[in-house]
Structure formats: structure tokens, C-alpha cells
Nanobody, 119 residues
């Protein structure tokens, strides 16, 4: 089992920055990929950034050049540095971890942290 707890959300003006954190606990050695998935009001949860255990990253086109995902494997913490924020970035941001258990991949989610960008 893996537990994920997000923090760092809040209210920020358009053009501002926020840094989200996601603390992982439990069987963290089994985690292979971690990512951030925001869910805006009335919308489905969507992918914005992912990082592998080896540090390879991938971003949604909408956030490339503005968001940076990073991971402190020693402390089991995932980060999302968000710069040049836009009103459309407003969402609850969920942390995700995919852990391997034998041949099975288990997916875990945090409870989310709210980011509100005022225009």
C-alpha cells in the first residue's frame, strides 16, 4: 500500500507561481511513476505531468515551459513547480503513483489540493 498526501495549494493571481508537494509513505520502493492530474470544476481529471523513478519527465502541451515536475526519491516527495499560472489552471490537483507488485501495476491517488488562480 502507498499513501499520498498533497500540500501547497492556494489562491494566487494570474501570472504568479505555486509549488505543490506530495508526500508518499508506505511501500514507496515499489513506486515506478508519479504524476499530477488536475480536475477542474465540471471537467474530468486530466494529465499534466509525470516522472519516472529514473527521472524521465513528460508534460501536457498546455503546461510545457510553465510547470516543472521533480521528485526527491530519498525523501519520497513529489513536487510540481507551477509558474505563469493562468485562470484555466484552477483545479484540484491530485497526486498519482503507480507501483509494481509482481506483474500487477497498482494505482494510488491522494485526496488533492486546491489551486485557484484569479484573473
Amino acid at each position: 500500500q502507498v499513501q499520498l498526501v498533497e500540500s501547497g495549494g492556494g489562491l494566487v493571481q494570474a501570472g504568479g507561481s505555486l509549488k505543490l508537494s506530495c508526500a508518499a509513505s508506505g511501500n514507496t520502493v515499489s513506486i515506478e511513476t508519479m504524476g499530477w492530474y488536475p480536475k477542474a470544476p465540471g471537467m474530468q481529471r486530466e494529465f499534466v505531468a509525470i516522472i519516472t523513478s529514473g527521472g524521465t519527465t513528460n508534460y501536457a502541451n498546455s503546461v510545457k515551459g510553465r510547470f516543472t515536475i521533480s521528485r526527491d526519491n530519498a525523501k519520497d516527495v513529489l513536487f510540481l513547480q507551477m509558474n505563469s499560472l493562468k485562470a484555466e489552471d484552477t483545479a484540484v490537483y491530485y497526486c498519482n503513483a503507480n507501483a509494481k507488485r509482481g506483474n500487477v501495476v497498482l494505482t494510488y491517488w491522494g485526496k488533492g489540493t486546491l489551486v485557484t488562480v484569479s484573473s
